[in-house]
Every structure is written in structure tokens, then in C-alpha cells.
């Protein structure tokens, strides 16, 4: 199974080479400084993995970029894609248009994977599946899934019944940094909707963050702006926590 590090910094390939680690791949600049790193080393095929903006707007190669990318996997050896993947931008959202989105978030996958498949010749990983999209939308997990905040129990909107609850399997511990917001009980924006009633926020990580205790960890980024992970439109989150 590789160990793929996402969003690697440059001054920082060193240790990717030293101890055989697999970079996530989403830009022509840190494609061809990597590929630049192997050469200087002698390195050959060495795995990566390519990341495709489907939606998310986040990251990622777009479709346009699809021909510059079987361009350059044809011209060297000393980089071989190992897997290529896209991350669901709404898949928790149980919307018949948010459905709708993933769903084409997925044949465009289908579609670009399909492509560069054919065009260098050679098979690889594909994987698009977060948490959300294990739960929902299952039949499309092609080679691999990647489980994030599932790891901590956590459920998304619309899983409630016994049999679907998961336990968590891991957990974190932390110093509290904002201790008068102990007492209080606040909403938090995650995704499009609030999860009710969290306590013990603090602004990087709080311990015991499991299904059972909700913590939240990311309120370092949301503070009073009343903004989710992708600036979600809850505006009155910033009312909710004064």
C-alpha cells in the first residue's frame, strides 16, 4: 500500500526520496520539479500520484490539462504514475442537485482516468471516494477509498440508524486554547450543514474527538467569520458563537 503525502512542499523532495514516499501530484511546476529531482538522483519510474479537479475547485489538473500530462509521462522514465485520484466536493449532501453533482464529478473521473489510461500504456490506482462517498455512493470505489474523518466515527448528515453507526478507531489529544469557550454550546459549520450542539471547542484540536464527543477541530479556520471549510453561506455562525 503506498504512503502518498499530499500537497508536498519543494524544499522537502529530499526526504521524499529518502524514505520511498509517493508525492500527490497537482500542478506542472511540482511535476517537473520532481521529475528534475529523480533525474538529478538517477532515479527511474519513480511512483506519483495525480490529482484531477473534478469540482472541487481546490486543486488538481483540470481536463484541459489531460493531453500536457500523457505529453509528458511519454517522454521520461524516471516518474511513473502509480495512482490518479479526485476528491468529492459534496458527497455528503443528500440533495437530488448536490446527487446529481457527485455522480458527474465521477463520470468526468471515469472519463479523464479512461484517457490516460489508454494514452501511456500502463495501469494504475484510481481512487475518489472520501468518507462521504464510502457511505453514499459505494458502487464506485474502483481501486481504493480514502477513509479521513471516518477514521474518528464520524458520521455524515443522514446516517442514523443502529446498524450504520460506526466506532471510532483512533483519537487525539490536545491543549485547549480557548477555555471560555468550555462552557458554551455552539454550532459548527462542516460541509453545508451544523453539527448541534459542540462543546470544548478550542482553535486547533481538543482531545477525545470521537462519535461519541464531537470536538471540533477546525476552529482555528472558522473563528467568528461564520465560514466552513469552502466558505459554506451560514451566516449566522458568527452570531451563534458570541
Known amino acids: 500500500m503506498p504512503i502518498m503525502v499530499l500537497n508536498p512542499m519543494l524544499p522537502a523532495l529530499h526526504h521524499l526520496f529518502e524514505y520511498r514516499l509517493e508525492p500527490e501530484i497537482c500542478s506542472f511546476r511540482m511535476l517537473k520539479a520532481v521529475a528534475d529531482f529523480a533525474k538529478d538522483l538517477g532515479v527511474k519510474n519513480y511512483p506519483v500520484h495525480i490529482k484531477i479537479d473534478t469540482g472541487m475547485h481546490r486543486a488538481g489538473f483540470e481536463n484541459q490539462d489531460i493531453s500536457k500530462i500523457i505529453d ?6 524516471e516518474l511513473k504514475i502509480c495512482s490518479v485520484f479526485s476528491h468529492l466536493a459534496a458527497a455528503d449532501e443528500d440533495t437530488p442537485e448536490m446527487n446529481n453533482f457527485t455522480i458527474q464529478q465521477i463520470n468526468l473521473f471515469e472519463k479523464i482516468t479512461a484517457t490516460l489510461e489508454k494514452s501511456i500504456s500502463y495501469k494504475f490506482f484510481k481512487h475518489i471516494l472520501n ?55 455552539i454550532l459548527i459549520p462542516h460541509s453545508s450543514f451544523l453539527i448541534p450542539k459542540l462543546k470544548n471547542v478550542c482553535s486547533l484540536i481538543n482531545k477525545n474527538h470521537s462519535n461519541k464527543k464531537r470536538n471540533c477541530w477546525t476552529i482555528n479556520r472558522l473563528r467568528q467569520k461564520g465560514q466552513g471549510r469552502a466558505g459554506q453561506k451560514n451566516s449566522d455562525f458568527a452570531a451563534r458563537l458570541r
Open 131 to 185: 468518507t462521504a462517498g464510502i457511505e453514499r455512493f459505494s458502487e464506485y470505489q474502483f481501486d481504493m477509498v480514502r477513509l479521513g474523518i471516518g477514521l474518528w466515527g464520524f458520521l455524515e448528515q443522514g446516517t442514523k440508524s443502529k446498524e450504520q453507526r460506526q466506532e471510532a478507531v483512533i483519537s487525539t489529544n490536545g491543549r485547549n486554547l480557548v477555555p471560555e469557550a468550555e462552557s458554551k454550546q
Open 72 to 77: 509528458f509521462f511519454n517522454s521520461q522514465d
